[in-house]
């Protein structure tokens, strides 16, 4: 009994942190997206560099509202998540 007192809250916060990991969004749909509308301002390149300003996941959602706004792109929700889900899966890494 003492045992699964003591497994229980660690199963818990297990299973909650990777639920938090995983990202909404459907990356093959982001793909697309950025092929679509990112790479005609810059290519992958801005991803790659070894100064990167983006440091986060909310860091990466904002940079991409911002690329929204200088380019009068409108994405929804969906389209903004599959698009974060793409760049996080291929470039940035974030947990």
């Known amino acids: 009994m003492l045992k699964s007192f003591i497994l229980f ?7 909650v942190s990777t639920q938090a990991a995983t990202l909404p969004g459907d990356a093959a749909n982001g793909k697309k997206l950025h092929d ?5 301002c810059h290519n992958d390149s801005v991803y790659k560099r070894q100064d990167r300003k983006i440091k986060s996941l909310a860091g ?19 389209q903004e998540n599959d698009l974060v889900k793409y760049l996080n899966e291929t470039y940035y890494k974030f947990k």
């Open 9 to 15: 809250p660690i199963v818990a916060a297990l299973s």
């Open 36 to 40: 679509v509308s990112c790479t005609s």
């Open 60 to 78: 990466l959602t904002e940079q991409i509202n911002n690329c929204e706004h200088m380019t009068d792109v409108k994405l929804g929700k969906a």
